[in-house]
């Protein structure tokens, strides 16, 4: 089971919820709580960014755990250069980490 989870990077001068994601590396870990307090530990697999060209190309890469049979988290942003005639971001972030817990 894969969870794709999408999340803005704040732009600029704004803090998103995944404003520093491009700064996650292989091995690092996520702690994700639910509502009720249980917490769920992912380790990062792989994090990289695409054109926004590549990206729809990609994205059933992120649909599916990057190690058969573990359970996984995808997580998506905008990244790299702004495009003020396109009014979005040029580039996409690319995050996959497997469940550790």
């Keep these: 089971k894969t969870a794709v989870i999408v999340g803005h990077n704040g732009g600029q001068n704004a803090q998103g919820i995944f404003?520093?994601?491009?700064?996650l590396t292989s091995g690092d870990i996520i702690t994700i709580e639910m509502g009720d307090g249980k917490?769920?530990?992912y380790r990062v697999y792989e994090n990289y960014a695409v054109s926004?060209?590549?990206?729809?190309?990609?994205?059933?890469?992120?649909?599916?755990s990057p190690v058969r049979?573990?359970?996984?988290?995808?997580l998506i942003s905008c990244t790299g250069e702004y495009s003020l005639s396109q009014k979005t971001y040029l580039s996409r972030q690319f995050l996959r980490?497997?469940?550790t817990n």
């Design 39 to 41: 917490k769920y530990d």
């Design 52 to 64: 926004l060209q590549d990206a729809s190309k990609k994205m059933h890469l992120l649909q599916q």
């Design 19 to 23: 404003k520093k994601i491009n700064t």
């Design 97 to 99: 980490a497997t469940r």
């Design 69 to 74: 049979g573990t359970e996984s988290i995808s």
